[in-house]
């Protein structure tokens, strides 16, 4: 497929991305990673689930509308006569217009020759082209801007979505370094189940699939440029945990101290942007959270996947 994306001609800005499953801890490492002034972010860039925009507050304490940072984002857009709106920033790759395009962008990231063929739909599909270009030219000034204002070098992007990051990658991107962040499964499925109102067996079955979508775009990377972390070390032990990601990501560490918080940021999506209590703490309510009947299902769908990444 044709390259239509040219940020890595025109700007020596990094990307970073988080790839992960949801409440794998992306919002925490995004705000430790956010307080480097290297690194500039907004949390996930694909910008879904705000639900109702005049109600929503930006991680700073103010709400979205009111914040500063985002006027300041809205006014350098509409000084290069880009508008953008706060309700839609375009930068999630679907077509809710076209049934097709929406299914060739957002399907599941498989195997090499689900993957050719799905490059192949974007060059023939009837505007999957166009969308697609025009998505990766709204993710890159967004990128661009934010890490102006920010003065960051990095853009950090905890999307988590593996799809997200393939077309990203397939576009030509500036190096992209990616942060894999891996949680025990049993953690994962408590939240999935209460957040979404399904069994256990679905979240566990959810959970792997997940696992395999992420596996497939990793193959795609070179070793240097993938970090496997995971959440519990970063709750753990914050300091080296974050020493080691500096490292990865080629620049020199900072100290993170004992808030996730230290100062004031932007960031958008998980709702744990605007907790009281900005300790760093390990999140571990399924192991009383979950039933005795939860966690034999568990095993059974996922047991093996979990001890293959280390938890017993």
Request: glycine share 6%; aromatic share 10%.
């Given at each position: ?92 790759f679907r077509d809710k217009s076209n049934l097709l ?45 934010i890490s102006r204002l920010q003065g960051g070098s ?58 395999r979508e992420c596996q497939h775009v990793l193959r ?93």
């Open positions: 497929m044709k390259n239509n994306n040219t940020l890595h001609k025109t700007s020596s800005i990094g990307l970073a991305y988080i790839l992960s499953p949801s409440f794998s801890g992306s919002t925490l490492l995004s705000f430790l990673l956010a307080g480097h002034p290297k690194i500039a972010t907004m949390g996930e860039l694909k910008a879904t689930a705000w639900g109702d925009i005049d109600e929503y507050y930006c991680s700073c304490g103010e709400l979205i509308q009111n914040c500063d940072f985002w006027k300041n984002v809205i006014k350098e857009l509409s000084g290069q006569g880009i508008h953008f709106d706060l309700a839609d920033f375009g930068t999630h395009v929406d299914l060739v962008l957002r399907a599941r990231v498989h195997g090499p020759a689900f993957e050719t063929f799905r490059r192949a739909a974007l060059t023939v599909v009837p505007g999957a082209r166009k969308t697609f270009s025009r998505i990766l030219d709204r993710n890159q000034v967004l990128i661009e801007t990095i853009f950090l992007d905890s999307s988590k979505d593996a799809v997200r990051l393939q077309h990203l990658m397939q576009a030509g991107f500036n190096r992209v370094r990616v942060i894999y962040l891996i949680r025990d499964g049993r953690g994962f499925v408590c939240s999935y189940m209460k957040h979404h109102n399904v069994s256990m067996d679905k979240a566990a079955l959810e959970w792997k699939k997940t696992y795609r990377l070179e070793p240097e440029d993938r970090l496997t972390v995971q959440y519990e070390s970063l709750c753990r032990d914050p300091k080296n945990t974050m020493e080691k990601i500096f490292k990865f990501l080629g620049i020199e560490p900072v100290d993170i101290g004992s808030s996730f918080l230290a100062t004031k940021q932007h960031i958008l999506g998980n709702a744990m942007r605007l907790e009281a209590d900005q300790r760093i703490k390990l999140d571990e309510k399924w192991r009383t959270a979950l039933s005795s009947e939860d966690l034999k299902m568990f095993e059974h769908v996922a047991g093996d996947l979990n001890r293959k990444l280390g938890y017993v």
